[in-house]
């Protein structure tokens, strides 16, 4: 069981950033997958999540529109596309895969998690 999240970094507020989650072929196939992320000093949070076929998203409130959250079966990747970042974006992202098909914001239902990657938006 593995996911390995890239593409964090440092970016001005305004600007976009695409993060990518490669999940093993054993974890991915049919799991929904999600994106969390972890301020210093605050509870991990759901940011989006997919189903299993990409038929269906589902994104936390504050997000508002400006993130997408994909998928590509073949190369058992989840994507999430960020843009109009602002500084409270900032923030360790986690790519996690769910027990299930179907999505969710619940950090219960994501048992296998990948290692994080830093999201550092300046104003």
């Known amino acids: 069981v593995q996911l390995q999240a890239s593409g964090g970094g440092l970016v001005q507020a305004g600007g976009s950033l695409r993060l990518s989650c490669a999940a093993s072929?054993?974890?991915?196939?049919?799991?929904?997958m999600g994106w969390f992320r972890q301020s210093p000093g605050k509870e991990r949070e759901f940011v989006a999540s997919i189903s299993w076929n990409g038929g269906r998203t589902y994104y936390a409130d504050h997000i508002q529109d400006r993130f997408t959250i994909s998928r590509d079966r073949v190369k058992n990747t989840v994507y999430l596309q960020m843009s109009s970042l602002k500084p409270e974006d900032t923030a360790v992202y986690y790519c996690?895969?769910?027990?299930?098909?179907?999505?969710?914001?619940?950090?219960?239902?994501?048992?296998?998690w990948g290692q994080g990657t830093q999201v550092t938006v300046s104003s």
């Open positions: 996690a895969a769910s027990r299930f098909s179907t999505t969710s914001r619940a950090l219960s239902d994501y048992p296998y």
């Open positions: 072929r054993r974890t991915n196939s049919n799991n929904a």
